[in-house]
């Protein structure tokens, strides 16, 4: 999926031919979605963090004092340090991704090397 090479002649061995008639607009679909996910984990937190910062400061005063501070673990916290925790989380979610693939692939080719 990740190589995106997609032949169909018939000098391609059988395990190199697509399985489907859409099988290259689906995985190109769901590589997409991977890849689009990477700035979503990333930037999702620091922004919402942001966006309810500047909703917190155009309340006035008298307002202010009548809501129940719900969101009030926000306030103290440095953005630098959730700009530096969600790079950490989203690093170590691909790396956890690809260690997870390649013990599959492991699997597999000893799954493979046994039924030889």
Request: hydrophobic share 40%.
């Amino acid at each position: 999926m990740m190589l995106l090479s997609y032949k169909t002649t018939s000098d391609v061995p059988i395990s190199s031919r697509p399985f489907y008639d859409a099988q290259q607009i689906v995985q190109t679909i769901l590589l997409v979605i991977a890849v689009l996910c990477i700035p979503w984990m990333l930037l999702g937190k620091p922004i919402y963090i942001l966006m309810q910062r500047k909703k917190r400061s155009q309340i006035t005063t008298e307002e202010a004092t009548s809501l129940t501070d719900t969101n009030d673990h926000h306030k103290d916290i440095d953005m630098s340090e959730v700009w530096v925790e969600q790079g950490i989380h989203t690093i170590e979610y691909f790396l956890g991704c690809i260690s997870h693939t390649a013990s599959y692939l492991r699997l597999w080719a000893l799954s493979l090397a046994h039924a030889r």
